[in-house]
């Protein structure tokens, strides 16, 4: 089981519609959780930090924590076309500093 | 948040030659990382830059091969020695103030070697 697990996509959804991200990860004990952007050929960008349960909105993102069920989720409103990039989901494990990455979901927004 | 300048921001290599790439962030950070990335790949880390003594690899990754300095809390390089084809890929630097805080990356080299 890999520990940090997204769906590759790509997903794919039209100009102001919802996209939803999801990320499961394995380490209970994890505390804290991001979610980066990476335009092709650039680095990675912070979008959120999450670190308790429950939503924590920024403009049109909002993250989504829940540790019982190990699961943190993107969801991006009115999503643009600006938004297509692979967003990165990455969680801090209990023990040690070393972020761990899942493999990146690819959004494409369609106009 | 933190501003990372990383340099060169490409090059294109001939195998066997080594490569320097040097990170530089605007404030002293506990943390410093050196990741790589393949085309259409997530991020593996090589290793953790640690200030003052030898970096912390991660497995399948060694010195010899990708040896890293930090002498203070704000610098840190990444050298590809020997390099080899499968050495191209994207190089990337990243920082973190304190643990469960956010990591930033610097712009990455990408790295050709022919």
């Known amino acids: 089981q890999k520990e940090v697990e997204q769906n590759s996509g790509p997903l794919s959804v039209p100009e102001g519609a919802i996209a939803s991200l999801n990320c499961t990860y394995s380490d209970r004990g994890s505390q804290s959780f991001f979610w980066y952007r990476q335009y092709s050929g650039k680095s990675p960008e912070l979008i959120m930090s999450i670190y308790s349960n429950g939503d924590k909105e920024d403009g049109r993102f909002t993250a989504q924590l829940n540790k019982a069920s190990q699961y943190v989720s993107l969801l991006i409103r009115d999503s643009q076309p600006s938004d297509s990039a692979t967003y990165l989901c990455?969680?801090?494990?209990?023990?040690?500093?070393?972020?761990?990455f899942g493999a990146g979901t690819i959004l494409r927004v369609k106009s | 948040s933190a501003v990372i300048s990383q340099k060169p921001s490409r090059d294109i290599c001939q195998r066997g030659t080594s490569l320097t790439i040097q990170c530089q962030v605007d404030?002293?950070?506990?943390?410093m990382f050196w990741y790589r990335q393949q085309p259409g790949q997530s991020l593996t880390l090589i290793a953790t830059a640690n200030q003052g003594s030898e970096a912390t690899y991660e497995s399948g990754f060694v010195i010899d091969k990708f040896p890293i300095s930090r002498p203070n809390l704000t610098f840190s390089t990444l050298t590809v020695s020997n390099m080899s084809p499968e050495d191209s890929s994207i190089y990337l630097c990243?920082?973190?103030?304190?643990?469960?805080?956010?990591?930033?990356f610097g712009q990455g080299t990408r790295l050709t070697v022919v």
């Open positions: 404030s002293q950070v506990t943390m």
């Open positions: 990243s920082s973190r103030s304190t643990a469960n805080t956010e990591a930033f």
């Open positions: 990455a969680v801090n494990p209990q023990y040690g500093n070393k972020l761990v």
